[in-house]
């Protein structure tokens, strides 16, 4: 499926329908009938100039002769990290995490921040399935994944305040999972896998929602729309995204469901277990490298089963959804299995890929803004 922008666009007024329009074709509504699409390409010149830096004396040379800014680029990094440890500092205190839970807590931001380029190091000594970023492009990616965290802890925040409230009034928990029978080892576990597919399970709608609804999907194409998808891909998310994805995949099956009760260490080992896994999976499994693992890849996410997903090859479209169980796409017929060498682009046809954090940022908003704009004129076309 080939994604439509709305400034993409224009009106006519002929009858029929516009060259491009199919019909039927699923999440993208027919919203007139006189639309004709123009043609636009977001792929990269192949002849176009990328500087690299293959040693530390020529990355060091750069930053001296004021070539590439990378000082500039470094310190736009720190203060993202920075900004990552006040955000948490917060997040600790309104969120009212316990004491004992606080080491967890800081032990999953700080392996949120190390995660990228320990992964990255790994993902380099692996043959790439396609293009990689320049230094100064990868850390601009670095900067919206610690972005990223930033929202996701003032998201989390609100959540653990909303939680806590709600529990207060109302007797939460309505779907009883408690499966272990006591304390320990198995309460533990249990609540790792039994919490984590949880999770996953309402992603993966949570995920199929922002790919089927043309106001969604303005919130996550800035993920899709990379060319050379790697391990800070993970994290190239608009700031919305983290309250979105807060509200729908974490807050909502928190207040659905009761699972196995834990003592505060339990709770702090279990806590550790899900960050280590969430902060180095999700930017392993988005790594720009070429690891085949044939019928074994329905068993957990792996970086060629999710370069699927963000192919832009027709028939990739709407593939593998899930985040980390793959059977999920099984259940609801949304899996695709590559073949040995099926290492597709990545990317989105038609959008112009970004250059800054403040065009990252703001570009929902901006596309929220052109649909609006859109709608408008197709009712004063109406009106006439």
């Not at 919203?31 to 699409?37: F, Q």
């Not at 909303?162 to 408690?178: E, K, P, Q, V």
């Not at 928190?254 to 702090?268: I, K, M, N, P």
């Not at 800054?356 to 803004?369: G, N, V």
């Amino acid at each position: 499926m080939a994604r439509i922008r709305s400034e993409d666009v224009t009106i006519t007024a002929d009858t029929q329908p516009a060259p491009g329009y199919r019909e039927g074709t699923p999440h993208v509504p027919r919203i007139v009938d006189n639309v004709a699409l123009r043609e636009k390409s977001a792929r990269v010149d192949s002849n176009s100039t990328v500087r690299t830096y293959s040693t530390p004396t020529e990355f060091a040379d750069a930053a001296r002769t004021g070539g590439p800014n990378i000082v500039v680029d470094l310190g736009i990094t720190v203060a993202a990290i920075a900004a990552v440890f006040g955000a948490s500092v917060a997040a600790a205190h309104f969120g009212s995490v316990p004491q004992p839970l606080r080491w967890t807590f800081w032990a999953g931001v700080l392996i949120g921040v190390v995660a990228y380029p320990i992964v990255a190091g790994i993902e380099h000594l692996m043959p790439p399935a396609g293009p990689r970023k320049s230094l100064r492009n990868w850390l601009m990616h670095y900067q919206l994944n610690m972005l990223l965290i930033v929202s996701f802890a003032a998201a989390g925040a609100l959540s653990a305040l909303a939680i806590t409230a709600l529990s207060h009034r109302y007797h939460l928990g309505l779907i009883d999972l408690r499966i272990a029978s006591g304390r320990g080892a198995s309460s533990v576990i249990g609540a790792f896998v039994l919490s984590t597919f949880i999770y996953d399970f309402f992603y993966y709608w949570y995920h199929r929602s922002l790919h089927t609804f043309p106001v969604l999907w303005q919130i996550h194409k800035l993920h899709h729309m990379d060319l050379q998808m790697d391990v800070v891909t993970v994290g190239r998310q608009n700031w919305i995204e983290g309250f979105t994805h807060t509200l729908f995949a974490i807050t909502l099956p928190a207040l659905l469901f009761r699972l196995d009760s834990l003592t505060l260490f339990e709770a702090g080992l279990t806590g550790a277990a899900i960050a280590v896994f969430l902060s180095c999976w999700g930017p392993f499994f988005h790594a720009n490298v070429k690891l085949y693992l044939g019928k074994a890849a329905i068993l957990l996410q792996a970086p060629q089963l999710h370069r699927i997903h963000h192919s832009r090859l027709p028939q990739h479209q709407d593939k593998n959804f899930a985040n980390y169980f793959p059977i999920l796409d099984w259940l609801f017929d949304t899996f695709y299995c590559p073949t040995r060498d099926e290492y597709p682009p990545t990317g989105v046809e038609g959008e112009k890929e970004i250059d800054s954090l403040l065009e990252a940022e703001l570009l929902t908003l901006r596309s929220w803004w052109r649909m609006f704009c859109g709608w408008r004129a197709r009712r004063a076309l109406a009106a006439h």
